[in-house]
């Protein structure tokens, strides 16, 4: 080990060990301690706007210098606006409900003893995440009220901007009497610094990366310890035989168009075939009126004329464009079929009027998202009242589906007895 | 890669392979038909019980020409009783709720999509154990009632054991027009098998070892996949300045001497320094009977005078034996920290008639199982009214304490709505 990979070491070990500590402080704290943390760092973000905006200008400065592209470049800017909503952000999660301390299903055994179970905190959770420096405070809020410490480590490119964030979380935290290190941002662009966040089982109960698919594979390959992730979003919108036609168009041009970029929009669209000749040159009209390129199979191609030829590898594409793969279906099975073997475990939509197939589709399709009569764009934290969500699971184990509050908590079993012992 | 360690991948694929498949019916398959396996099975285990013993027979001929220790034989052998028990234990679980499709939190959302969850089989679960034979239909039972698939990989003195039970397995679900590949036996004892099945992600989503120590640390460093784990089982009591006496000798003799080789046994006690004096002769006197030895702090033995002195490796100890760590405590501070220090955060019990202390005990005692007033031997599935449990889990993510139906089922969001679509 060299000098350097070595500091790095002792860097990581010593938040590690800091956020250990801090972390046994915030499962303690009260619900009105943390929220007026968020209340405060709220505050101060409106209030600091100004040098907010000059530690983003240098990320900016340097950013051009190094040639990032126009989009990244977008990404990373703080404007005034983009501040007043992280500020926005930080007091709607102090309204959400708090989950710790919950206690559920308490019930009495014949042995005389009473069970239940009691929400807690996971400890200590680690974020790991691109371009954008809003994501310092979001996820630092939602640590924070679900009583967890956090270890932030953002792109390298937002560093100037991450380090201001995070000097006034620590102000807050610091001003409530709670430990400064229950939040921090990670101070060094060194590499390394990620795989020995990755690999501190003693110290992270959880990774949950935020980012694009790179940054996710690279995450999961790496880590010791759990991560909350998803790679993709090819979502599916499944046309039953006995679907509503007016339903049907406005839940397939929804979920393809109202926003191409973002995980929970429709990739494919699959169809019966006995409503093939009837619909698809409706949709097709629709989708053409939004410039959305459509590909489909060769039964699609039969109807539609102008439309091209799907390969095999644009059944699996999440195009996160606007660009729609159609393919007919002889029957429900086919259908469940295709989405089982092509799709990515995200959102997958039925429209349909017939009871039976509602109930196969949501019991047969194994998604973390499984919708009837309703656009795949719903599939998010806001949209499903959890407040603010950390990232959506397409994971089986612990949490699925949009991750929230809750999803950084656990549960532990709570015993009362009166002097009872086991026979 | 040589041959054989071609060979046993290959083989290791094709169980994969079927599992994955078989996963996908047993998900879809009905509460009656699923109850129907686990009685049938019963039934011929009883049936077969000859045949199953002179299987058996086998292992232990093996196992003594081996050397195997007298212990290892119990556990290995079936006697008449154990098998008796094994079809119980099977009709136990066909009398459990079966937890698939259970919708729960279904709520109206200001958009107009209604939102709740519903619970759905992990998929293909692979379980990794040692000598005793009952655990393959104890878990294969387990399995099956939550809809999954499972790969069973038992110690390879059992192998004869726990084929022919795999072969009555897989009659019932024949018999029941289920897969039979739902419910495989590794049928191998190449110790290659168990590292390709910890590392088949692509297949398996959840690993569970059952077993001692060794076996979960080798598991858990192999294993590429989440694993359902508890190392130790290092419990304690404490008995808080306001504790009853009467609960409080009965609960510290209950959790020393109810079992010994337990991981719910109570392995050190904490007691508040203003019940010592009084308390601590009563205790040693009701250990001597049991003939637990005692070892305690300074000032443990400077009240017990024959009492040996506790090192600091004895906080640490999870004895499984008549042997008892004891300390004295300060205060109830005092006692949390020593438990948060050396503990194993599998269950800890408050003896206490104050409120606002077993409320502050409840709440920040990280365990899997936190108890007021109630023997730590309490901690255990069918006592919490699980049914049987897969294991006990001391991890915080997906399942903690102990691991039934339900940890073995995760949970899907469901959205219906009428053509609803994203404003």
Redesign the interface.
């Known amino acids: 080990m060299n000098e350097n990979t070595n500091n790095v070491h002792e860097y990581m070990q010593s938040l590690g060990q800091h956020a250990t500590a801090a972390a046994?402080e915030m499962?303690?704290a009260s619900t009105a301690t943390k929220n007026a943390v968020l209340q405060d760092l709220a505050a101060r973000i409106i209030e600091q706007q100004t040098s907010l905006v000059e530690a983003n200008g240098l990320d900016l400065e340097a950013g051009r210098a190094k040639g990032l592209d126009a989009a990244l470049l977008d990404r990373l800017e703080l404007t005034h606006a983009r501040i007043q909503s992280m500020a926005e952000g930080l007091v709607q999660i102090a309204s959400l409900q708090d989950p710790v301390?919950e206690i559920s299903n308490m019930?009495s055994?014949p042995?005389g003893?009473q069970?239940g179970q009691?929400r807690?905190p996971?400890?200590v959770i680690g974020i790991i995440y691109e371009s954008r420096p809003n994501v310092t405070a979001d996820a630092a809020g939602l640590c924070l009220k679900s009583g967890n410490a956090v270890i932030l480590r953002g792109g390298s490119e937002a560093i100037h901007s991450n380090q201001a964030i995070g000097a006034l979380i620590q102000q807050a935290l610091k001003q409530a009497g709670l430990p400064e290190t229950a939040v921090q941002v990670v101070a060094i662009t060194d590499r390394q610094a990620v795989h020995e966040l990755l690999t501190m089982d003693q110290h992270v109960?959880?990774i949950v990366p935020r980012g694009g698919k790179g940054l996710i594979k690279r995450v999961t390959a790496d880590a010791t310890i759990?991560v909350i992730k998803h790679l993709d979003g090819n979502c599916h919108v499944y046309i039953d035989e006995q679907a509503?036609y007016?339903?049907a168009i406005?839940?397939a041009?929804?979920?393809k168009t109202?926003r191409y970029g973002v995980c929970n929009a429709m990739e494919t669209l699959l169809i019966h075939e006995s409503l093939a000749t009837t619909l698809l040159p409706k949709l097709a009209q629709c989708f053409a009126q939004h410039e959305v390129e459509l590909r489909g199979c060769e039964r699609v191609c039969a109807i539609l004329k102008q439309v091209l030829v799907a390969t095999n590898d644009d059944w699996y594409e999440e195009y996160l464009a606007p660009v729609l793969a159609i393919k007919v279906v002889d029957n429900i099975d086919q259908a469940i079929d295709h989405i089982?073997m092509y799709g990515s475990h995200h959102t997958d939509v039925i429209?349909t009027e017939n009871f039976s197939n509602a109930q196969k589709f949501?019991?047969?399709v194994?998604?973390?998202?499984?919708?009837?009569?309703?656009?795949s764009?719903?599939?998010d934290g806001f949209?499903?009242?959890l407040g603010a969500e950390i990232g959506i699971s397409t994971d089986?184990?612990?949490a699925?589906?949009?991750v929230g509050l809750i999803g950084l908590t656990?549960?532990?079993?709570?015993?009362?007895?009166?002097?009872?012992?086991?026979e």
């Open positions: 046994r499962s303690k301390g019930a055994r042995s003893i069970v009691m807690v996971l400890g109960s959880v759990p509503d007016d339903k406005a839940i041009v929804n979920a109202h089982e429209v949501l019991r047969e194994d998604s973390s998202s499984v919708m009837v009569n309703a656009s764009r719903f599939a949209e499903y009242g089986k184990i612990h699925r589906g949009p656990s549960q532990k079993y709570i015993v009362f007895g009166d002097g009872t012992i086991r």
